[in-house]
């Protein structure tokens, strides 16, 4: 590791609010993105296989 | 000719969406791992263990995830712009359906490159915001693909939705070589180009190897979400088709 201790790595020497808000905001919005992708998916199938099932099950 | 022959035959197979759905079953599984190993790879590296900058000290961090989010959502313009003269040119499914799942993540790349451009701002020159080209220009960006997003939302008829997002995506690339070379063209506080294709790059090697990692994580990243979304939208458009009923 570059810096000395984990404390000075939080610290970043007076930068560490910079740097942790813009990495903890990006991480936020990144990983809110790829679950909405990933549950879009799941989501659109199970709807499919409920009006599957309902097609076949009525008439 | 080879080539030539190889490439349509891929550009008529990834345009089947069953053949899609299929190519992209056997690519996630290990593509999503592989991305999000190498998105924390980079960034650990470049948050850790890449040494100071002798000028801006530590802020100068912010580069490792401002940097690949910049270069993601200029590259995914491009790439909703190819998408969308295909789809206005041969009116192809696919490409409507490429559309709508670059956008989503693109406009998050566009508003990450702003808000930590922004952070990266004030203690290096004092500012939150100018209204510079570059920063502008990268703010019309995010506008753009917010502007694609609502067409598509907007618009009941998926057809009808997929060529206007299509010709906004067309005309909108403009904007993407105005965001490229707006720190050339004209005098701003954003610094020049770190990474260049031509001519070395003006950063030493321990700071450019996380650098270039990030970027391919990040990359890498955009397709996943990319995949996931055109997944979801080819099972909903194709949902009576009989591949899919076999599917479900």
Known sequence: MYFESFAAFLQMGTH???????YGISALLVVTNMWLAYRR?????NEI?????RDQGGL | MMVW????RWYHQLGSPRYFYRFSEVLLPWLWPIALLTTAVGLVWGLAFAPEDY???NSYRII????PAAGGALLGYVAMGVAGLVNLVWRMKMAEVMIKAIAPFGAVLAAIALITGAIWGKPTWGTYWVWDARLTSMLIMLFLYLGVMALINAIPDPRQAGRAAGLLSVVGVINVVIVKYSVEWWQSLHQGSTIKLTGGSTMPPEMLTPLLISMLGIYLLFAVSVLWRARAELLWRERKSAW???LV
Do not use: C, D, N, Y
């Open chain 1, 16 to 22: 560490g609010p910079f740097v942790w808000s813009a």
């Open chain 1, 41 to 45: 998916q799941r989501l659109v199938l």
């Open chain 1, 49 to 53: 296989r409920r009006l599957t099932r």
């Open chain 2, 5 to 8: 022959k190889t490439l349509t």
């Open chain 2, 55 to 57: 000028q801006q000290g």
């Open chain 2, 64 to 67: 490792f995830i401002h940097v």
């Open chain 2, 244 to 246: 899919v009923k076999e």
